[in-house]
Nanobody
């Protein structure tokens, strides 16, 4: 059974930093590209960042470039999202997602920003940023 469990959310003030973690189990971690998305009630889910299965390629939403960093630790089956200089408008539930990729080198180096491509999702962790 595949499980993705996010942690690290909470309350922060504008300009603060938080690091989210997503612990994966029940899957071969190296065979999955990973992504972070966020959603505010009443609004569509929004892509935040993704990392390729081999960890060599990353991709970010324009709104977070230069402030957020996605990384993965294959030994710990965990993907992280370091969020710096947080803004109040980034208050949302943050979700971790996993997408199975083919084993060829090109696929393992590809990131994915479309949520519909992902196979598994975590339950989400709330991030609240006050002004």
């Amino acid at each position: 059974q595949v499980r993705l469990v996010e942690s690290g959310g909470g309350l922060a003030q504008a300009g603060d930093s938080l690091r989210l973690s997503c612990a994966a189990s029940g899957l071969t971690f190296e065979a999955y590209a990973m992504g972070w998305f966020r959603q505010v009630p009443g609004r569509e889910r929004e892509f935040v960042a993704s990392i390729s299965a081999n960890g060599r390629t990353t991709n970010y939403a324009d709104s977070v470039k230069g402030r957020f960093t996605i990384s993965k630790d294959s030994a710990a089956n965990t993907v992280y999202l370091q969020m710096n200089a947080l803004k109040p408008e980034e208050t949302a539930v943050y979700y971790c997602a996993a997408k199975r990729v083919y084993t060829n080198p090109s696929a393992r180096s590809t990131t994915h920003s479309r949520g519909t491509l992902y196979d598994y999702w975590g339950q989400g962790t709330q991030v609240t940023v006050s002004s």
